[in-house]
């Protein structure tokens, strides 16, 4: 049999013998908010945090008119079928108009609908389960400031057994594999860790996958394959020749050390993430990546 087929049944029936178990909604928390900020400060933050998330690549409009704005709809093509982002732009009917704060949190962090039901990880939720609270707040505070765009969004197109229920074990399998990553003593080192794992999802294409697309972290930025598509690995091995300036420079210009520039889905990350984030930031983030050179001094 073949080995996907295989794996998909036997998750098939021990998602049937721990059943509801899986789907118990986790708990969020938020520190006292009722409702989703409409001040001009967190608005602000959030628009940044957006940028930070990378948020548009994906879930920009495809017409002329909506191509700067969250209107949705972009076809994203994997190896389990093909997913669109949807509209997340604060219309009611095809948005996310009657969204609250406790939506965004289980939505972001864990990959849970408002109705309780899972979103495919396609939705790089993994990686942003570990943004704080308040930015996802914050962010949510950006969203809901937008103007209303009716956009109605393709479902996804994916193989008949890929029921979003069958996500309750994904999601476990996920958490089985979740790494515990060190805290760094350096503050800049942190914050740059903070934005590559979790707003930047870097991983989500960087890190090789297991068979059922569950990142292997034990293999963190070794590289990967999508589709035909080969994704370089950004470790400390692929990065022994970068500087922390080189690497600076990159995520400005997309331009590496030996004077090339970078292509690919690449570009789309330089431009409308990277390129945007503070000096602070960018330095933060070169920081993490070369860390194992400030370590050797
Ligand atoms: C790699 C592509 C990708 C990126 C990057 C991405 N999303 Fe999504 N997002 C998706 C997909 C695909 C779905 C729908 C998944 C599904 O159909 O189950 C989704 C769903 C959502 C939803 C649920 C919408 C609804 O109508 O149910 C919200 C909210 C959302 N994303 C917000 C964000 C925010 C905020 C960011 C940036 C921090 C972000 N997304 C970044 C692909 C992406
Ligand atoms: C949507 C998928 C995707 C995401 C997300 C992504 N990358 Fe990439 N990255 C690529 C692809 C594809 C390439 C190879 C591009 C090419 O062929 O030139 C690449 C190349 C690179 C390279 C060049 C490696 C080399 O040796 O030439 C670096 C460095 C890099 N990415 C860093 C990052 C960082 C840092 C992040 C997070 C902020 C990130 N990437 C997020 C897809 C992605």
């Known amino acids: 049999m073949n080995k996907k087929l295989s794996i998909v049944i036997s998750l098939l029936a021990v998602s049937g013998l721990i059943g509801l178990w899986f789907l118990a909604l986790p708990k969020v928390s938020f520190s006292g908010l009722e409702a989703i900020s409409n001040s001009s400060e967190a608005i602000e933050r959030g628009e940044y945090l957006a940028v930070a998330g990378g948020c548009i690549s994906c879930h920009r409009g495809q017409t002329e008119e909506t191509n700067e704005t969250y209107a949705g709809g972009l076809a994203i093509e994997t190896d389990f079928g093909t997913f669109y982002a949807p509209n997340i732009t604060p219309d009611i009917t095809t ?51 937008l103007e209303p765009i009716y956009s109605e969004t393709p479902d996804p197109d994916v193989p008949p057994w890929l029921y979003r229920s069958l996500m309750a074990v994904w999601n476990k399998v996920a958490d089985f594999n979740a790494p515990s990553f060190e805290e760094f003593d350096d503050g800049l080192v942190n914050r740059g860790a903070y934005l590559a794992r979790s707003l930047g999802h870097c991983g989500e294409c960087h890190t090789p996958r297991n068979a059922i697309g569950v990142p292997d972290y034990a293999r963190e930025f070794a590289g990967a394959e999508i589709g035909d598509e080969i994704i370089e690995p950004i470790n400390a091995e692929a990065l022994e020749e970068w500087t922390t300036n080189n690497f600076d420079i990159f995520l400005l210009l997309g331009l590496k050390p030996e004077g090339e520039f970078v292509g690919g ?17 960018r330095d933060a983030m070169a920081a993490f990546f070369t860390r194992h050179k400030l370590q050797d001094g």
């Open 95 to 145: 948005g996310i108009g009657d969204w609250g704060p406790k939506d965004f949190l289980l939505a972001l962090k864990h990959g849970r609908t408002p109705s309780g039901s899972f979103y495919y990880p396609a939705f790089p939720y993994r990686a942003y389960s570990g943004i704080k609270d308040q930015d996802v707040l914050d962010m949510a505070a950006y969203l809901m400031s």
């Open 265 to 281: 889905d690449m570009n789309e990350v330089i431009e409308h993430n990277t390129s945007k984030l503070t000096e602070n930031d």
